[in-house]
């Protein structure tokens, strides 16, 4: 019995007594918060001046009398933010092409496409399915002003078309 009561005796002091010696810790995790500005700041890019081409051969009633580029509404070959476009009109006030600086055509035409050389610079030209005929190429380096688009608005003589693209000079930068 005696070990017993010895027994319980050490167990009672080992377990060194009441609910005060019981220590808790509590940690609150800390939060970043980052705010983002709710206005975009980002700049467009600048325009790209016109295209540093002549055409030296035009067939009969187009490039001549005065254009109002002013009243024309964009279309999907011409509506590319900063670009620049050269219209050139018909005798009727219509357009015959729009020679784009600073894109690639908008659009992959299905229709079938052929190399062309533009003042030494290898094109890529065809007709598209809404009845335009479509040039494009780039230069280097390569910048965004460096790509240019040619449309040539219907009607057009396939004859032609070739004719207008073998006769442009580059003049400038």
């Known amino acids: 019995m005696r070990r017993i009561l010895l027994a ?3 167990l009672a002091a080992c377990s060194g007594g009441g609910a ?3 220590t808790t810790t509590t940690t609150t995790p800390t939060t970043t918060t980052s ?5 975009n700041t980002t700049t467009p890019p600048p325009d790209c001046p016109p295209a540093p081409y002549e055409l030296t051969y035009l067939p009969s009633g187009v490039g001549q009398g005065d254009f109002d580029s002013s009243t024309l509404e ?6 590319v933010a900063a670009s620049h ?7 009727d006030d219509s357009v015959a092409i729009a020679l784009i600086r600073g894109t690639l055509p908008a659009v992959d035409w299905p229709g079938e496409k052929g190399e062309v050389s533009i003042d030494g610079t290898r094109a890529i030209a065809g007709p598209h399915p809404d009845g335009t005929w479509v040039v494009g190429w780039f230069e280097a380096p390569g910048e965004r002003c460096d790509e240019y688009s040619m449309v040539f ?3 057009w003589n396939p004859a032609d078309v070739e004719q207008v693209l073998a006769a442009m000079n580059r003049v400038g930068g």
């Open 8 to 10: 319980i005796v050490v």
């Open 20 to 22: 005060d010696d019981v």
């Open 35 to 39: 705010t983002v500005p709710a206005t």
């Open 74 to 79: 964009p279309d999907v070959w011409t509506s």
């Open 85 to 91: 476009t050269t219209f050139v009109p018909r005798d």
């Open 153 to 155: 608005y219907p009607p």
